[in-house]
């Protein structure tokens, strides 16, 4: 037993640019083996009658394979923490931000390097093991490093409570962000994740925050722009910031598209215009002439604005034949399916002959209102703000009956602060349900 380790060496390997070394898995897998085979042998031996005239042989070798054992298992927990904190504690940011935690790792960080050193010089196991005093190092880091990761932990809540858009993040990528506080863009490839509508924000060279892309590729620019570096660093607020710039913009857009709606044709008045603004207003617009047509002529005026609505949507659809921009095209796409949904609802009305707006067939409805400045919508007794969360030029789900009662539902229970938990088989479009509705509030 004692031979078969003679030829057994550790294999180090250089890690990355750090100039120390790590052991690499192969190699410790294969002393995990020998290391259990022996350890089941030698405590048959120490069971045999015969083993009484070489037990203190015996215990000795025992002692030293449960030592090895002991020490690898410490050595690989180790390692992987170490691993997963020293490019965070590379970073001079995280340094400056976690000085405590810093130092501590420091220590570590000197320990792992001076035994790895060793190691590299005389890797083979016999020669480590030698070292009685290994064991206690591990532990004593292992204990360090547990605390570093604690804090570590701690500072990441402290940054997801300050915004709390991060916790859509793992620890990985925000400690990305985190590392990087100089440079603002770093904060670009993890935007996605953060906001549901923002592909990309437009810096310039003095890294000024001027306005927004979607994933389609549409810009909305900012009302004022944001000064990313006067945050010094705090990522987290710049971040406040561009989210309070992204509604106060959003609701500037939709308030500019609710007054262009009266001066314009409304043909003319879909293209080059930002696809949210152009669906929220329209939907508005809609709720308006519809409550208008009951107020003055009851159902008969539901039958006259049905043509209205049927003459809307073929305006629309010449459009879309026309050679217009990639962005219109996804913007009229959205708008078409609204239009039809919102055809239909006012050919069932008419067709039950509602003629007050107080009636449930209308009151059922999901209803858009632009008051003093604000959209708002309501549908039943429920009244829910518009959140104008930027939500770039997405499509919108074709509405059905089944669609129309989980929004019934499921803003009845927002309206109540309550959640609400779609039920039915898989694949029948409680998520894509959901969403729709998130659309529909901008939330």
Known sequence: MKKAWEPISFEVKNWKDTGTYVISGGSVDEIQQLLDDQIVKTQTMKGSPYAKRFEEEIVAWEDWLKYTQDVIDVWV?????????????????????????????????????????????????????????????????????EVVQKGLNNYLDTKRAAFPRFYFLSSEELLEILSETKDPTRVQPHLGKCFEGIKKLEFDEL???????????????????????????AVEQWLIQVEDMMIASVRDVIGKSYEDYQKKKRKDWVLKRCGQSVLTISMTYWTAETERALREKGAKGLKEFQGVCEAMIEDIVQLVRKDIEPLDRLTLEALIVLDVHNKD????????????????????????????????????????????????????????????RCYRTLCGAINLNYGGAPEGPAGTGKTETVKDLAKALAR
């Open 77 to 145: 927990k180790v390692q992987s923490v170490w691993l997963y904190l020293e490019p965070v504690f590379a970073s001079e940011d995280i340094m400056k931000q976690m000085p405590e935690e810093g130092a501590k790792f420091k220590e570590v960080d000197a320990s792992w390097r001076l035994i790895m050193s060793k190691v590299n010089t005389g890797p083979t196991v016999n020669e480590v093991m030698s070292n009685k005093k290994l064991l206690d190092q591990f532990k004593d880091s292992h204990d360090s490093l």
């Open 207 to 233: 890294k000024k925050i001027h306005g927004m892309y979607s994933s389609e590729g549409e810009y909305v620019p900012f009302m004022t722009e944001i000064d990313a570096m006067a945050a010094r660093g």
């Open 345 to 404: 609802v006012v050919k069932s009305l008419a067709e039950a002959e509602v003629s007050d707006i107080n009636d449930f067939g209308w009151l059922s409805q999901l209803r858009y209102y632009f008051e003093d400045g604000n959209s708002f919508v309501r549908i039943i007794n429920a009244q829910l703000k518009y959140n104008y969360e930027y939500l770039g030029n997405s499509s919108r789900l074709v509405i059905t009956p089944l669609t129309d």
